[in-house]
C-alpha cells in the first residue's frame, strides 16, 4: 500500500471562538484575581498540570494553554494543586467547556521515583526543587479531583503520562499490568501524542455545543465505549488476540473485474472485462484499512500472559505510522477502550505557528524568586524540531512524539533567539541548545512520502540506516551559521543528544559542531559494546562510535581545541548478560573512561525494552509460545553488579567484582597489571573514593583521555525532550 497522508484542516484554519474580543493575557490566569483583572467571568477551559506553571514553550501547559488562547478561548491553569480535596480544582470556578488534565513534562513516577524504586529528593519542576509537589499517578488522581469538583463536566487528559498509559501497561513501580489510565481516571477522552491537532479540533466541536464523550472520530484519541462498538456498520475487526496461529488473509483483489452484461448481447457470447488500475486497487485498500480496527489482547489476558502481552505491544508499535496505522480496540472487563489512528504530524507552518505565541518566557509572577531547575536548564535553550525515527527500545519518545521529524522554519527558530537575547533576563549571550529530543534529526526525512506513508519499521537507521532516508546535515549547518550571526548572540552549545551514526554520514556537520558548538565535552550515548545488548536497544554497533571519534578528535585538534566525549551506558539492560558488563568495563578501562554516576535501566511504560523486561520476550520479532527468550536483570543483586562493572574504578565495588569475577572463571582480571581489571587488595580505607576525588582522577589519569562527570540521564532529559 502506498498512499499519502491525508491533508487534515490546518489548526490554526478554525474561525476563532468569540472569546477572542478579550485578547491575549500577559500570563494565564492562575487566580480568580487575576480573572477579574482581565474581565473575565468564567474560564471557557481550564487546565490541569503537576508542573509549575512557566510560560515557555518547552513547557506542555503554557504551549497548548497560548495555542487555546489564540483560538479565542479564556485558558485558566491551576498548577500542582493540592490533591487531597477537591477544594483546590475548583479555584477557578466551573469550566465552560472542560478540564484539561496533566501530569507534566514528566511522567508522574519516573519524576518522583529513582530506578531503584527510591523516593527523589526533589522535584526540577517544582519551586526550589521541592519534592512531593504531586501525586504517584498524577493524571488519574487529578481527573478524579476534577469530576469531583464538578460533576458532569467533560474531562480530557493527555500529556506523556496518559500517552504513554492509553492501554494495558507494565507497571514498573507496582510491577504488575494496569489497566488503560482512562479506566481509573473515568476521563472521557484521552489525547495521546502531540496532541495540537486534536486539542484544536475537539475544544471548537465542544464550543459548537459537543460533549467530549460524544466525540469518538479525532485522530489521536482515546475512550472508552461498550464492548462491541463500532463508528458505524461498515467498519470490520480483525482478531489479534492470539499468537500462534495464523492471521485472516484477505484474498487479492481481482484485476480483471467483470463488467455489466450489455443489455443486447447474446448469453453465449464472451463476457468484457476491464483491468482495475493500480491505483484504484491501492485506493479501494486504503479505504478498507481506514475502516478496520484491530482488536489486541484483551487488559485480563496480558495482565497474566507475558507471552500475550509481548504480542499486544508488538502489534501497537507496527500500527504507529500515521500513514497507514488502523485503529485499535483492547478489552478492558466488559468495556472496550478504542484507540483511534496517530494523529498526522505537524507541517512546518504549523510548527511556527505553535512555536510563535506570545510567550511572557518567564516563570508566572506568583512564583517570585523562587528557582525553579527545570527553567534555568531550559531558558536559553531552542527546541527546533520533534519526533524520533531511532527506535530505541529504552526509549519512550517514539511511541509519545512519532517517527516523523517535524521541524520548525528557520525564520521560525531564529526570531525566538531574538525573543531570548530581547525579552529573558539575564542572557549573556549564550543559547545552551538547539536541539530536541535528537540534535541532528533537523529536517531529515524520509526521500519519498509515498515510501514513509507505508512503511512499518521500528526504526529508520536499526539494523542500518536506511536507504530511503534522507541524511543530509546541509540544513541545520546552515541554522547554524545564521543563528551564530545573529547580533547578540556571542555563543551556541549544543545541548541535546547526538545521533552519531547519522552524524558520520555528513563530515562537514562533525567539523561545524566541533569548531564552534562544544565547549569542551560532548555527550553521545552508545549505551553499550556488545552486540547481546545493542541488539535488544535497537542501537548501532561500536564501529559508528570510532569513526565518529576519529572524525571528533581531527576536527578538534584541525580548530586547536582540546575536547572530549563524553559517553553514555546503560547497566542492567534486557538482554545484558555479566560477561556484556564485564567487556564493556574492559572497554572503558582500555579507553581510561572512569565514570562518575551511571543510569541503571528504569522500564518505562509502554517502550519496548519495558515490554522484554515485564515478558522476557523480544517484541521485536514475531511472538509465539517458543519464541526468543531475553535475559532480565531483575534481581537487586545483579542489577547492583550490572552498576559496579560500569564504576570499576571505584574501590567499594571491587570487593563484589571480585566475586564476581571468580564466579564468571576470570580470576585472570584480579591484579594490578594494565590487562587487569580491578586489584586484588583493598586500600587501607577499604572504600571508595569521594565524588571530588573520583571527578579529578578522572581528569587527570591520562591527559589525552579526560572525561567530564556525567550527569543523571533524567537530568539530562530536557522538558519536553525523551523521556527514558
Request: hydrophobic share 35%; aromatic share 8%.
Amino acid at each position: 500500500m502506498t498512499h499519502q497522508l491525508p491533508a487534515p484542516k490546518p489548526i490554526n484554519g478554525y474561525r476563532k471562538y468569540w472569546a477572542e474580543r478579550f485578547g491575549k493575557a500577559p500570563f494565564l490566569p492562575m487566580s480568580r484575581q487575576e480573572m477579574d483583572e482581565l474581565g473575565w467571568d468564567s474560564c471557557d477551559i481550564v487546565l490541569v498540570s503537576g508542573d509549575a506553571y512557566i510560560d515557555h514553550p518547552s513547557f506542555g501547559i503554557a504551549l497548548i494553554g497560548r495555542l487555546l488562547e489564540d483560538q479565542g478561548f479564556r485558558v485558566g491553569v491551576i498548577c500542582q494543586p493540592d490533591w487531597h480535596s477537591a477544594d483546590p480544582f475548583r479555584a477557578l470556578g466551573k469550566p465552560n467547556l472542560f478540564f484539561g488534565v496533566t501530569a507534566g513534562n514528566m511522567d508522574s513516577m519516573i519524576n518522583r521515583y529513582t530506578a531503584d524504586r527510591r523516593p527523589r529528593s526533589d522535584d526540577a519542576y517544582t519551586p526550589h526543587g521541592e519534592p512531593n509537589r504531586r501525586p504517584d499517578r498524577a493524571v488519574t488522581v487529578y481527573a478524579q479531583r476534577c469530576r469531583e469538583a464538578y460533576p458532569g463536566i467533560g474531562v480530557m487528559i493527555g500529556s506523556i503520562e496518559a500517552s504513554l498509559r492509553r492501554i494495558a501497561h507494565y507497571d514498573y513501580w507496582s510491577d504488575k499490568v494496569r489497566p488503560s489510565v482512562l479506566v481509573n481516571s473515568k476521563a472521557d477522552i484521552l489525547l495521546y501524542g502531540n496532541a495540537e491537532r486534536a486539542l484544536v479540533e475537539i475544544a471548537h466541536r465542544c464550543a459548537r455545543g459537543e460533549h467530549l464523550s460524544e466525540i469518538r472520530d479525532v485522530r489521536g484519541t482515546a475512550f472508552v465505549v461498550p464492548h462491541g462498538w463500532r463508528p458505524d456498520d461498515t467498519w470490520e475487526e480483525v482478531d489479534s488476540t492470539t499468537v500462534d496461529v495464523p492471521g485472516r488473509i484477505d484474498p487479492h483483489l481481482n484485476p480483471y473485474a467483470d463488467m455489466p452484461e450489455p443489455a443486447a448481447a447474446s448469453p453465449d457470447a464472451p463476457q468484457p472485462i476491464r483491468i482495475v488500475p493500480a491505483a484504484e486497487r491501492v485506493a479501494r485498500r486504503k479505504e478498507a484499512r481506514a475502516r478496520t480496527v484491530v482488536r489486541i489482547p484483551a487488559f485480563e489476558a496480558v495482565a497474566h500472559d507475558p507471552v500475550l502481552y509481548a504480542h499486544a505491544s508488538r502489534t501497537l508499535h507496527l500500527e504507529s505510522n500515521p500513514g497507514n496505522a488502523r485503529a485499535l480496540v483492547q478489552l478492558h472487563g466488559d468495556r472496550d477502550v478504542w484507540l483511534t489512528p496517530p494523529p498526522i504530524p505537524l507541517t512546518t507552518p504549523e510548527m511556527d505557528y505553535v512555536f510563535g505565541m506570545p510567550f511572557a518566557r518567564n516563570p508566572h509572577p506568583s512564583y517570585g524568586d523562587a528557582r525553579i531547575p527545570a527553567w534555568d536548564m531550559i531558558r536559553f535553550s531552542v527546541n527546533i524540531m520533534r519526533g524520533c525515527f531511532g527506535g530505541c527500545t529504552f526509549c519512550s519518545i517514539t511511541e509519545h512524539e512519532g517517527r516523523v521529524i517535524q521541524s520548525r522554519s528557520e525564520e521560525s527558530i531564529l526570531n525566538e533567539i531574538e525573543e531570548i537575547r530581547d525579552k529573558t533576563a539575564g542572557f549573556t549571550g549564550h543559547i545552551t541548545d538547539l536541539g530536541g529530543p535528537t540534535a541532528n534529526m533537523y529536517r531529515l526525512a524520509c526521500k519519498d512520502p509515498k515510501i514513509e506513508s507505508s512503511c512499518r519499521r521500528l526504526s529508520c537507521v536499526y539494523p542500518g540506516i536506511c536507504e530511503n532516508l534522507n541524511t543530509d546535515h546541509a540544513p541545520l549547518i546552515q541554522l547554524y551559521r545564521k543563528a551564530r550571526a545573529l547580533p547578540g548572540v556571542k555563543k551556541i552549545s549544543i545541548g541535546s543528544g547526538l545521533r552519531y551514526d547519522l552524524a558520520v554520514r555528513s563530515p562537514e556537520y562533525i567539523k561545524e559542531l566541533v569548531t564552534h558548538h562544544v565547549g569542551g565535552y560532548l555527550k553521545i550515548a552508545p549505551e553499550h559494546t556488545e552486540e547481546g545488548p545493542l541488539s535488544k536497544m535497537m542501537k548501532p554497533g561500536m564501529g559508528a562510535y570510532d569513526k565518529f571519534k576519529e572524525l571528533f578528535e581531527r576536527f578538534s585538534r584541525q580548530a586547536g581545541k582540546e575536547q572530549y566525549l563524553i559517553p553514555y551506558f546503560i547497566a542492567a539492560h534486557p538482554g545484558t548478560e555479566d560477561e556484556d558488563m564485564m567487556n564493556l568495563a574492559l572497554w572503558l578501562k582500555k579507553n581510561n573512561f572512569r565514570l562518575d554516576q551511571v543510569q541503571t535501566f528504569m522500564p518505562t511504560p509502554m517502550a519496548l525494552a519495558t515490554t522484554m523486561w515485564h515478558t522476557g520476550r523480544n517484541p521485536l520479532k514475531k511472538l509465539s509460545r517458543s519464541s526468543e527468550k531475553v535475559d532480565v536483570v531483575r534481581d537487586g543483586y545483579r542489577r547492583k553488579l550490572h552498576k559496579a562493572f560500569l564504576r570499576y574504578h571505584d574501590p567499594a565495588n571491587w570487593p563484589m567484582l571480585r566475586d564476581a569475577l571468580r564466579d564468571m572463571g576470570r580470576e585472570d582480571l584480579i591484579g594490578n597489571g594494565r590487562h587487569q581489571l580491578i586489584p586484588a587488595f583493598q586500600p587501607r580505607d577499604g572504600g571508595g573514593q569521594g565524588r571530588t576525588q573520583a571527578f579529578h582522577s578522572a581528569r587527570t589519569a591520562h591527559s589525552d583521555k579526560r572525561f567530564q562527570d556525567a550527569p543523571p540521564r533524567i537530568g539530562k532529559k530536557k522538558p519536553g525532550g525523551r523521556a527514558r
